[in-house]
Nanobody
């Protein structure tokens, strides 16, 4: 059974830091592109960061220089370190695994950044 379980969300003040983690199981984690997406009410889910199986990272312009995505293929985890958080970073953060047309999603974790 495929599972992606996010953790680490919570409430933080603007300027603070938070780390998210996603634990994967039930599929060959190492060959999938892993990504973090976020969604706020009334808006479409948007890509925050992604990382290839080889470790190449890609970031949304809005988080470049503040967020860092990393993966541990041995532990089957992907992390998102978020620094210098802004109120506009508030949202539900979802972990996604992609391989060609196959996609798996986690259920999300809520991040709230207060001003």
């Amino acid at each position: 059974q495929v599972q992606l379980v996010e953790s680490g969300g919570g409430l933080v003040q603007a300027g603070g830091s938070l780390g998210l983690s996603c634990a994967a199981s039930g599929f060959t984690f190492s060959i999938y592109v892993m990504g973090w997406y976020r969604q706020t009410p009334g808006k479409q889910r948007e890509l925050v960061a992604s990382i290839t199986r080889g470790g190449t990272a890609n970031y949304a312009d809005s988080v470049k220089g503040r967020f860092t995505i990393s993966r541990d293929n041995a532990k089957k985890t992907v992390a998102l370190q978020m620094n210098s958080l802004k109120p506009e970073d508030t949202g539900s953060y979802y972990c996604k695994a992609t391989l060609l047309r196959v996609e798996y999603w986690g259920k999300g974790t809520l991040v709230t950044v207060s001003s």
